[in-house]
């Protein structure tokens, strides 16, 4: 074929800030954005997410000195969504820098963080995707976690703080890496906070060693005029489980691209998430899980609940590859429509060369079933109470889906509280 | 007992290992030389007498043409095409009328007997005129197209008493230009895409029906393709009309000699239905899809779209597609009209080396609009098979719904299939469901059909059958007959 990549808009502007000299990867990845550009519409992988906005904003690297009681304020915050009090383990990053001021590291694990300019050589493409090339080139800090062989770390707060100064939009772009070696267990709950215009850019590197566990689930209640960009490359071998769950609540334009590699038999990875958006917001939830071992299970959920003139997107693909025989593969996305300005755009995808599989993937997109809302109303339930019920009985399902049950009560708790809000 | 003949007879054409419509008609033409510019276009609307307008038309799309890419998101891999290699116009050369079957060409009534034309339709599309009334069935009018040009339609005075019109599309130029300059390209327009514009820029001949108010369509229509001439193209061109309370079906079977080079087939289908009107257009594409070693074959890359214009309208899409190298086409339908319908079944089989990439589009615009696809995919061999296909809610598609069924079944562990569908809704209180599931043929089916007798090859054949029933039952009786037996043929080979 004589496919010529539709070229995107210039990422100069990002491309100027990276020292991409020193380093290979780095080399790579600006090469890549060079010529890709950021993406607009035409480009496949980006059919119904452009990042065409991005180049009309000045983002400027984000200082590391902010106001610190705002960042109290912020993290306030984050504890009474999270549920987990002031008392829990937590690692808090602000613009995209370790915060050890305000961290409180949990024993038993190996903490470390990504020493300014230097990237570990994790096999990552660094021109694989957009995301991640954006996440290369500037790259300053991150969280390296590792569980050791047979340790339960227990439940860990992950906090990203992100703070415009005199409201210069700004950028930053973490890199986080998290191991879970042998029979290792960590619960991580991921929440990602902010005010002002900045575009948080988090790469997470994650891998689970045989028979390892980690249950990741992520809150993303950036400000209002926050873009986030998030991407995720996680491996899982022999008998372990990545548990993943993504909350999209923040950010007027936010992506969250998950990579996930079932590398051994008998893994499993649970890429699940909801999406509830209002306003003018943008949410896109895109995945590609990759089957490349026999006896691998792969369950994946999505909820979007859309209100005024909110956008969802899923982009959800299973890849089976010819090895990986007794797939054992399931997708499921749903979008709610509350308005009638709101738009879903779903495309779940199934590419399969092993004929021994079961792979199977649903979708539907409608409002609030008539017959269950006249079921409750008969019985004497208010209209509004009765849709409140109907709204939050279909997102449980799929936050009901968390194994860890930590995890499952956070974001519950998180759920509730956006829901209080949009009523209010 | 005709179940036994009949199964005999299957395996007997098993045993065979060919393609059946392998042959090649050595009848004169008349051919242009090769290459494609402006000349080309010239010397095709010159030499079918066209009126200006339309040849500007034809320019107008080829400067379009010049402008566009070919399309690369498709799943499907071939080396360049050069559109310069091609003769963009073959016709068999014209004689002077025959009077009666034994002065016909005899090679092009072999042909006709190969494809299984009924000899009193073959007198027909011979151009024999046959008292009409004899007929004890109900009869199928035929037009056939070789090398994109039209050769022969029957039933013609049948139909005219009732008011339709089933023509060659350049004689509907000649006669009924108002119709065609009204309708073509309304639905595709010429810059809609690459092998469109192409089509339109050289498109030779093709099927015309328009079906007047309140008509329902005597016979079943139906025409048959062929492409014959080596290193043409073939570009044909099929605009139905039908309007306000008028209703048809449409029958269109393909087939083309094995040769070792690739051809192009481009073609346009163009389908509306006004108010309260019906098509059903049914498909059995048998185009050859090269040895199994992936050499030579037919790339169909084809355009293939319906308008519901008027409210309460329906188009049906069935296709059964077993032939070609390369699939490309996505047979779709423009709901605008109040509480149109549209529907689309396919059963798209891939063996040896075959790609497919097919589906539909069902764009709901208007209103109550409902849609229903149902798509099965078969691949065996080293092929790969996709379900590509999209959905779209408008905002004023208040009260539609649509329900999607995509089911892949492998047969061998070196082929593929993929489903990737596309949902947009921007209406809330529209109704999208889609499901799709994939798997193999499994050990216990297998195994109660081999335990009752059955050879394993005949076993795939009943289970594969089985497999697209919601499918088959949607064609016309001759045609899932037809249907069943080229699934069976198709899948040879693929299993043991």
Not at chain 1, 327 to 342: C, E, K, R, V
Not at chain 2, 285 to 299: F, R
Not at chain 2, 366 to 372: A, C, M, P, V
């Amino acid at each position: 074929m004589n496919a010529i990549a539709p070229v995107g808009v210039n990422a100069a502007a990002f491309l100027d800030r990276g020292d991409v000299k020193a380093n290979a990867q780095r080399q790579k990845a600006a090469d890549f954005l060079r010529h890709a550009g950021l993406p607009r519409a035409g480009v496949e992988a980006w059919k119904y997410t452009s990042l065409r906005a991005l180049a009309d904003v000045p983002f400027a690297a984000a200082p590391q000195a902010v106001d610190g009681s705002a960042v109290d304020t912020l993290l306030a915050e984050v504890e009474t969504i999270s549920g987990l009090g002031a008392a829990a383990s937590r690692v808090v990053f602000v613009n995209g820098y370790f915060d050890v001021g305000r961290s409180r590291l949990p024993t038993g694990v190996k903490i470390s963080t990504l020493a300014a300019g230097t990237l570990p050589d994790d096999g990552i493409d660094p021109a694989g995707d957009v995301t991640t090339a954006l996440n290369t080139v500037l790259a300053r800090d991150g969280l390296e976690l590792v569980v050791p062989e047979g340790v339960d770390a227990g439940c860990l707060l992950l906090v990203s703080i992100g703070m415009t100064q005199e409201a210069a939009p700004v950028s930053f772009h973490p890199r986080h890496r998290i191991v879970v070696e042998t029979g290792g267990r960590l619960a991580l709950l991921d929440a990602s906070v902010g005010r002002g215009q900045y575009l948080h850019n988090p790469l997470y590197d994650i891998a689970v060693a045989q028979q390892g566990y980690l249950s990741h689930a992520r809150i993303q209640a950036e400000g209002k005029q926050a873009v986030h960009l998030a991407v995720s490359h996680a491996r899982v071998a022999a008998g372990g489980v990545y548990d993943s769950f993504t909350l999209t609540l923040g950010a007027s334009l936010s992506r969250h691209e998950v990579h996930a590699g079932l590398t051994q038999a008998g893994a499993s990875v649970h890429v699940n998430g909801a999406q509830l958006l209002s306003g003018h917001q943008h949410g896109d939830l895109t995945s590609v899980i990759t089957h490349a071992a026999p006896d691998c299970v792969s369950r994946q959920t999505i909820k979007n609940v859309l209100s005024d003139q909110a956008r969802g997107v899923f982009q959800g693909k299973i890849l089976v590859e010819r090895i990986a025989q007794k797939t054992d593969g399931y997708q499921m996305n749903q979008a709610l429509l509350l308005s009638d300005g709101a738009e879903i755009d779903a495309k779940p995808e199934l590419e399969i060369y092993a004929d021994d599989v079961k792979c199977s993937h649903g979708a539907t997109v409608g409002a609030l079933d008539d017959d269950q809302l006249f079921y409750l109303r008969s019985r004497g339930i208010p209209d509004a109470t009765a849709r409140s019920i109907l709204i939050r009985a279909f997102l449980h399902d799929v936050v009901d889906q968390i194994d860890d049950q930590r995890l499952k009560d956070s974001l519950n708790l998180a759920v509730e509280a956006w829901w209080t809000r949009e009523v209010a | 007992m005709p179940a036994v003949a009949e199964t005999r007879k299957t395996v007997e054409t098993l045993g065979q290992n060919t393609y059946k419509w392998g042959f090649e008609t050595d009848i004169e033409m008349d051919i242009a030389p090769k290459g494609l510019n402006e000349d080309t276009i010239r010397l095709i609307s010159t030499r079918k007498n066209e009126p200006e307008w339309l040849l500007e038309w034809r320019l107008k799309a080829y400067r379009s043409w010049l402008e566009m890419r070919e399309p690369t998101w498709a799943k499907v891999h071939y080396p360049p095409i050069d559109y310069q290699d091609v003769h963009y116009y073959a016709a068999p050369r014209k004689k002077p009328g025959p009077k009666s079957l034994e002065e016909v060409d005899p090679e092009l009534l072999r042909t006709y007997e190969k494809l299984g034309i009924p000899l009193h339709e073959q007198a027909m599309l011979a151009g024999v005129e046959v008292p009409e009334g004899q007929e004890a069935r109900a009869p199928v009018a035929v037009d056939a197209v070789f090398d994109s040009v039209s050769v022969a339609t029957t039933f013609r005075k049948t139909l005219q008493e009732a008011g339709v019109i089933f023509c060659p599309i350049s004689e509907a130029v000649q006669e009924h230009p108002e119709l065609v300059r009204k309708y073509l390209g309304s639905v595709v327009p010429v810059t809609d895409n690459f092998y469109a514009a192409l089509n339109a820029a050289v498109f030779t001949d093709g099927s015309f029906v328009f079906v007047p108010r309140g008509v329902r369509c005597p016979m079943e229509l139906s025409t048959y393709f062929r492409i014959n001439a080596r290193n043409t193209g073939q570009f044909e061109r099929t605009l139905i009309v039908v309007e306000d309370g008028a209703s048809v079906s449409y029958l269109e079977g393909c087939t083309a000699p094995m040769r070792d080079e690739n051809q192009l087939h481009a073609a346009v289908v163009e389908l509306v239905a006004m108010e309260d009107a019906s098509i059903k257009y049914s498909t059995v594409q048998n185009w050859y899809p090269g040895d199994e070693n992936g050499k030579g074959g037919i790339y169909n890359f084809v355009t293939k779209r319906g308008a519901c214009r008027g409210a309460r309208s329906k188009i049906s899409w069935t296709q059964v597609e077993t032939g070609s190298a390369i699939t490309w086409k996505y047979p779709s339908c423009i709901l605008q009209g109040e509480g149109s319908v549209g529907e689309f079944y396919s059963v798209a089989v891939t063996n040896n080396h075959q790609q497919a990439d097919t589906g539909t589009k069902m764009i709901h615009i208007g209103r109550n609009t409902r849609s229903t696809i149902i798509a099965k995919t078969i691949s065996a061999g080293q092929s790969d098979s996709t379900y590509r296909g999209l959905v779209r809610m408008m905002p004023k598609a208040s009260g539609s719904r649509n329900f999607t069924q995509c089911d892949s079944l492998l047969i061998g562990d070196r082929c593929g299939a993929h489903t990737v569908p596309y949902i947009e809704s921007r209406n809330m209180s529209a109704r999208v469901e889609h499901e799709a599931t994939t798997s193999k043929i499994s050990e216990d089916q297998l195994f109660y059909c081999r335990q009752r007798g059955l050879s394993e090859e005949d076993a795939v054949g009943l289970i594969v059958n089985g497999f697209c029933k919601d499918v088959l039952k949607e064609l016309p009786m001759e045609f899932a007959v037809e249907a069943q037996k080229l699934l069976q043929i198709s899948l040879e080979g693929s299993v043991g």
